[in-house]
């Protein structure tokens, strides 16, 4: 699986620690200038609730087009943007770009909620919450409909700082979610003392669950004790039709993996929704999904 790096499957090189430097510094030094000249994408993958498959939400993941390296997945320079301030502008772009298009789907009768992954920065800047509250009264977006996706390591790394902050996000009424879940070295115990919504287990344990009976229990309590917790959770990394059907056997509420779609650019996202968005009684729209 290692060698999987989303869409664009293989890796092209082998660089030595050195290229690797460089490259890091290269793509600090140009995220800014990206940012303004439009080669930074943000692609949206849908998630399902598994009992109705209707398309509840979508992830914000983004994509950088590089002029020179091709199209860059965000484990290729989130990283180093995280290293530095840039990480705030890239939160913002992808937030406002998320909160648009949210705002588009409402006046389409679609209630579509977006998620937009935190770095630990954001969870470490007293004024961020301040900024969503605008963003969302700017964009007229309830709050349910945006939801921050954090880890267990950004939020552990420095929880006296990040915890204020969690709080006042989840007082503005948006949804948190812990990402990744089951990878860090946190128990599930601690999920009881933070301000959270959602679970995402890590696809790692998703991938697997279908032939290994481990990765398949560890899934199992991680759905039983969320929903024990009062979370909503969700299941990332679904690849197979017996996955799902396994998920939706044990309870899991929502779907989100290459089975129903790879995060597509807006137009075609757009495209994929429109082919599953069917009219209710000529009223409201509503997407019902034909997997
Ligand atoms: P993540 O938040 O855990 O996002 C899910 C990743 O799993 C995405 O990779 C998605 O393309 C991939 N994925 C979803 N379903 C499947 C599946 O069925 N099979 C496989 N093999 N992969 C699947 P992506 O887009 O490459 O993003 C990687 C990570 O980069 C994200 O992991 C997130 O931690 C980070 N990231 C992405 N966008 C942003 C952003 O705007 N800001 C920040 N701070 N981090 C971001
Ligand atoms: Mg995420
Ligand atoms: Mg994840
Ligand atoms: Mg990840």
Redesign the pocket.
């Known amino acids: 699986?290692a060698a999987?790096?989303?869409?664009a499957g293989v890796r092209r090189y082998a660089p030595s620690m050195g290229q690797i430097f460089l490259r890091r510094f290269q793509l600090v030094t140009q995220f800014r200038q990206a940012l303004d000249t439009g080669q930074v994408e943000?692609?949206f993958?849908p998630k399902i609730a598994l009992r109705s498959r209707a398309v509840v939400g979508v992830?914000?993941?983004?994509?950088w087009v590089h002029p020179e390296f091709g199209r860059l997945?965000?484990?290729e320079f989130?990283p180093a943007v995280?290293a530095t301030g840039l990480?705030d502008a890239?939160?913002s772009f992808?937030m406002e770009r998320a909160l648009i298009e949210v705002r588009g789907w409402l006046d389409r009768g679609l209630r579509i909620s977006a998620a937009?992954?935190?770095?630990v920065r954001n969870l470490a800047d007293e004024n961020f919450p301040e900024r969503v509250g605008e963003a969302l009264s700017r964009h007229e977006v309830p709050p349910q409909l945006l939801t921050f996706?954090l880890?267990e390591s950004g939020v552990m790394s420095d929880p006296e700082r990040a915890l204020p902050v969690l709080r006042r996000l989840h007082a503005l009424g948006v949804v948190l979610a812990v990402?990744?879940f089951g990878t860090g070295y946190s128990s599930l115990a601690y999920l009881r003392q933070l301000p959270v919504d959602e679970v995402?287990i890590?696809?790692s344990f998703v991938?697997g669950m279908g032939s290994d009976l481990s990765d398949m229990a560890v899934v199992r309590s991680i759905i039983e004790l969320g929903h024990s917790l009062g979370l909503v959770v969700v299941a990332?990394?679904?690849?197979e039709d017996a996955v799902r059907d396994q998920l939706v056997e044990m309870g899991c509420d929502i779907a989100?993996?290459?089975?129903i779609s790879?995060?597509l650019p807006l137009d075609r996202f757009e495209a994929w929704l429109q082919a599953r968005t069917v009219r209710v009684r000529g009223l409201y729209d509503e997407t019902v999904l034909t997997l």
């Open positions: 699986r999987r790096t989303g869409d943000v692609h993958q992830e914000a993941l983004v994509r997945d965000p484990d989130v995280e990480v890239l939160t992808v937009v992954n935190l770095s996706e880890t990402d990744d995402k890590d696809k991938f990332e990394g679904v690849e989100q993996g290459y089975l790879r995060p």
